[in-house]
């Protein structure tokens, strides 16, 4: 592979070592890695041996394969909160409220909650505000439903458990309907689940078909019923924009 100006071939091995491991793909051994990314078996072993002194991988000892580790955690969590994640969506969550003229956030998967990162507030007189890193219940709401529909190892009844709601088989079902529209809309809309004076409409962002979080616009029922088929495609061109922004 040619170097671009600049790089370091060293450091650009270990990142691509890093990035391979995915959700559909959360372990590997060495030889097997080593001819995914077309690296020599001694480079993969040195680089994931210094991955692991430092806690960003873990080796399994009984089957020598390698996962993430937690030194990883922290260091995702202030990558989401930080000024330059913020900036990138910025100008998207600008571009998306002036068009619905309503308020925008965008969150993401907290546990079995979901957590606001960046947001951008309506135009109009009467908006709705929500403070840069509150969280809310995993299960209510079109932005949470919009996220939890993507996570496959959080099942509604672990959303449902953990904020202390019954776990009936109709609850269930019909959030797995929500989950279900989703997946095949691209969106969601939701009225009153967390606050009965709000409607939302959110969609996945996906990168490379991984989850990021949702991107949602959020307003008063009667203002957004008005503009919903506006608002549900300018939310659909938000997500792709924000997913194609942010690939690596």
């Keep these: ?98 068009r619905a003229g309503e308020s925008v956030v965008v969150c993401v998967p907290d546990g079995f909650r979901y957590r606001t990162i960046a947001a951008c507030e309506g135009p109009g007189l009467v908006r709705y505000a929500t403070a840069l890193g509150r969280s809310f219940p995993g299960h209510l709401g079109a932005t949470g439903q919009a996220i939890f529909a993507f996570q496959p190892t959080v099942s509604p009844a672990d959303l449902l458990g953990a904020h202390g709601e019954p776990i009936t088989d109709g609850a269930v079902a019909e959030l797995e309907a929500r989950y279900s529209q989703v997946r095949t809309d691209g969106y969601l809309v939701s009225e009153g689940e967390y606050d009965a004076r709000v409607m939302a409409i959110a969609a996945p962002i996906l990168i490379d078909g991984a989850l990021f979080g949702s991107v949602s616009v959020l307003g008063p029922r009667d203002y957004m019923h008005s503009d919903s088929v506006e608002i549900v495609a300018g939310v659909l061109d938000s997500a792709t924009a924000i997913g194609d922004a942010l690939r690596p």
């Design 1 to 98: 592979m040619a170097s671009r100006p600049a790089e370091l071939l060293t450091v650009s091995r270990a990142l691509r070592v890093l990035q391979a491991f995915t959700e559909e793909h959360p372990t590997w051994g060495i030889t097997e890695l080593a001819t995914e990314q077309r690296l020599d078996k001694s480079q993969v072993h040195r680089i994931l041996t210094t991955f692991t002194q430092h806690g960003f991988t873990v080796l399994d000892p009984d089957t020598r394969r390698y996962s993430l580790g937690p030194a990883l955690v922290p260091l995702g969590r202030r990558a989401e909160d930080s000024p330059g994640l913020r900036h990138q969506l910025e100008p998207h969550l600008d571009k998306l409220a002036a």
